[in-house]
């Protein structure tokens, strides 16, 4: 199969932006008297903002709205994303190999504003021709819109496409949407991402493994 475009997540992908999450969350819940460690937010990586809160508000019985929460968390995330969001190692070199020879665009659960933050402090966007967000479509990752407006948005059909991911749920998105799909296990361990075509330790081996393929 020839590929010509590929399709990456954003948090966890190409942005250490998963630590950054985790304190903006723990610093919400923390005014709630709510104190959770590492592992417990491990079960959340890859999910919506929407999805947390709709859980802390259920299982925690906390005095405020999931809505509400969202807002406070998303207030603290931007203000640390737009100073401290940092692209993985290696990443800036491999889109600048794959750029000329892909069409390339991002897919992510994260908000427009979410999005915005992350490309004040890393300048991300300028590599690529599209960035859908949970905001374009009706349902989130591991439902299949995001990368099927994703590539009809780069003028592909979805067997043209290589995805890059980091979380179960991205993967299963991506393989409903009839996409190739590269994981990486940044954020989850490689038993969880088993349904993925190829699994890879770092998004720097999964770029380099394209840059190979062309």
């Known amino acids: 199969m020839s590929y010509h475009g590929i399709i990456f997540d954003l948090d966890g992908t190409l942005v250490d932006t998963e630590p950054i999450h985790r304190d903006a969350w723990f610093s919400v819940l923390a005014a709630y008297d709510l104190h959770f460690g590492n592992d417990w937010f491990e079960q959340w990586i890859g999910q919506s ?7 802390v508000e259920k299982f925690y019985k906390v005095p405020v709205k999931a809505g509400d929460l969202q807002v406070q968390k ?3 995330y931007h203000q640390m994303a737009a100073e401290k969001a940092r692209m993985f190692p290696g990443v800036e070199e491999q889109l600048l190999l794959l750029k000329d020879k892909y069409r390339m665009g991002i897919a992510t659960n994260s908000s427009d504003q979410d999005a915005s933050a992350v490309f004040t402090s890393t300048k991300l966007d300028q590599h690529f021709q599209t960035v859908v967000t949970a905001d374009m479509v009706d349902r989130l990752k591991p439902a299949p819109d995001l990368y099927l407006l994703a590539s009809k948005r780069i003028g592909l059909f979805t067997d043209a496409c290589i995805v890059v991911e980091d979380s179960p749920a991205g993967v299963k ?12 296990t940044n954020s989850h361990p490689e038993k969880s991402l088993q349904a993925a075509d190829r699994i890879f330790p770092n998004t720097q081996e999964a770029m380099q493994f394209i840059v190979g393929m062309g």
Not at 49 to 55: G, I, N, P, T
Not at 174 to 180: D, E
């Open 49 to 55: 903002d929407r999805v947390l809160a709709e859980a």
């Open 74 to 76: 998303r207030t603290i």
């Open 173 to 184: 998105g991506a393989k409903a949407a009839g996409m190739f799909v590269l994981a990486v």
